[in-house]
């Protein structure tokens, strides 16, 4: 079956089949910043903007798409690289895995939330999981980068 979906502000048709999980979809059609881990929908590596709100991809099925707008981290490059800068300046960039799924959700916390606390940051990331860092650093960089965009 086919789905028409708005991926990075372009309109796709995506050949899919009914149990298709929109993770697979999505690599299959060259968006390969869109990880595979654990397949649950609990470690936030598969993240994308559905509509602009955060969704695991690897428990989403794809027909579900069906006239939304897909945000990959190709499509907010701009302010992905300025969200990386903080990242990098606070030393928890390593193998940069998980890195696209957790801008992904950095960008939608910004959007929706605004004079978050530590411990909100904290609830809203709970889901994304990092093998390499530990996990204040990226709280720091975090902070520091809602701190400038809320100027």
């Given amino acids: 079956m086919k789905i028409n979906v708005k ?7 995506l050949d899919v089949e009914p149990g298709d999980m929109l993770v697979d979809v999505l690599r299959k ?6 990880k595979r881990a654990c397949d649950t929908g609990s470690c936030g590596t598969c993240t994308i ?5 955060p969704i695991a991809s690897c428990s989403y099925l794809a027909v579900r798409a069906e006239g939304h707008s897909i945000t990959t ?4 490059r701009e302010e992905a690289e300025k969200i990386a ?3 990098n300046d606070e030393g928890v960039t390593q193998c940069g895995y998980c890195s696209p799924g957790l801008v992904l959700n950095i960008i939608a916390m910004k959007n929706h939330l605004k004079n978050l606390t530590e411990d909100e940051i904290k609830h809203y990331l709970a889901g994304n999981l990092c ?16 701190q400038e965009v809320e100027r």
Wanted: hydrophobic letters at 30%; charged letters at 20%; one cysteine or more.
């Fill in 7 to 13: 991926i990075n502000n372009c309109n796709r048709t």
């Fill in 29 to 34: 059609n060259g968006y390969l910043s869109v």
């Fill in 49 to 53: 903007l559905i509509d602009g709100e």
């Fill in 73 to 76: 981290i190709e499509g907010a």
């Fill in 85 to 87: 800068e903080y990242l």
């Fill in 131 to 146: 093998r390499c860092t530990g996990y204040l650093g990226q709280l720091r960089a975090i902070k520091k980068y809602l």
